[in-house]
């Protein structure tokens, strides 16, 4: 009887084995079609957008920045995306004359404006326009009072095209998520 019981239990605990060995195998494969899915940092659609293009979109410019100190750039615009239901996010595109132009021209000065390494301070920066726009109080205060430091608004950045859209998240990945709601808003507006 013994010998019964303890047959029956292994069974049970094989079969909850193989039961959670599916589970991982299902969660392996979903995230692997969700990373497939995420929004490239650098894609090109083909297409060639205007500051006219972007205002057609429920973008919603709240300035438009002067280009001195951005090589090759000729408009970018500050403003914000509210999805219908959601948040609003912060962005600021900068247009080009081509998607190679964005990429050489366009990719330093990203990467210089955005993410942990951003340079947030005018006097330091390259491209000096915008930069308070760039920047967001951030830490705990002590005794949960005011922030304590200043860090980027824009985890990260990505190239659509002719653009370059820093875009406001807490890091790479979320940054880049919402630059991919605006270039849906854009190729919708197509």
């Given at each position: 009887?013994n010998?019964?019981?303890?047959?029956h239990?292994?069974?049970?605990?094989?079969?909850?084995?193989?039961?959670?060995?599916?589970?991982?195998?299902?969660?392996?494969c979903a995230?692997?079609?969700?990373?497939e899915?995420?929004?490239?940092?650098?894609?090109?659609?083909?297409?060639v957008f205007t500051?006219?293009?972007l205002?057609?979109?429920?973008f919603?410019?709240s300035?438009?920045?002067?280009t001195?100190?951005?090589?090759?750039?000729s408009?970018v615009?500050y403003?914000?995306?509210r999805?219908p239901?959601?948040?609003?996010?912060?962005?600021?595109?900068r247009?080009?004359?081509?998607?190679?132009?964005?990429?050489?021209?366009?990719t330093?000065?990203?990467?210089e404006?955005s993410?942990?390494?951003?340079?947030?301070s005018?006097?330091?920066?390259?491209?000096?326009?915008?930069?308070k726009n760039?920047r967001?109080?951030?830490?705990?205060?002590?005794?949960?009072?005011a922030?304590?430091?200043?860090?980027?608004?824009?985890?990260?950045?990505?190239?659509f095209?002719?653009?370059?859209?820093?875009c406001?998240g807490a890091?790479?990945?979320?940054?880049?998520?919402r630059c991919?709601?605006l270039?849906?808003?854009?190729?919708?507006?197509?």
């Amino acid at each position: 009887m013994n010998i019964l019981i303890a047959q029956h239990k292994h069974k049970q605990l094989l079969k909850l084995a193989l039961i959670g060995l599916m589970l991982f195998a299902v969660s392996a494969c979903a995230s692997a079609t969700t990373e497939e899915e995420n929004f490239p940092q650098i894609s090109d659609p083909g297409q060639v957008f205007t500051l006219d293009d972007l205002l057609k979109t429920t973008f919603k410019e709240s300035s438009n920045y002067s280009t001195e100190g951005l090589p090759g750039s000729s408009d970018v615009s500050y403003g914000f995306l509210r999805i219908p239901g959601g948040d609003p996010y912060e962005y600021e595109v900068r247009f080009y004359k081509s998607h190679q132009e964005a990429v050489d021209l366009g990719t330093p000065l990203a990467i210089e404006g955005s993410g942990e390494t951003a340079i947030l301070s005018k006097s330091d920066s390259t491209y000096k326009e915008g930069v308070k726009n760039r920047r967001m109080a951030c830490g705990s205060g002590v005794g949960g009072g005011a922030r304590s430091g200043i860090c980027s608004k824009f985890g990260s950045y990505a190239i659509f095209g002719n653009l370059v859209m820093l875009c406001e998240g807490a890091d790479n990945t979320q940054s880049v998520e919402r630059c991919g709601l605006l270039a849906t808003e854009l190729m919708t507006n197509e």
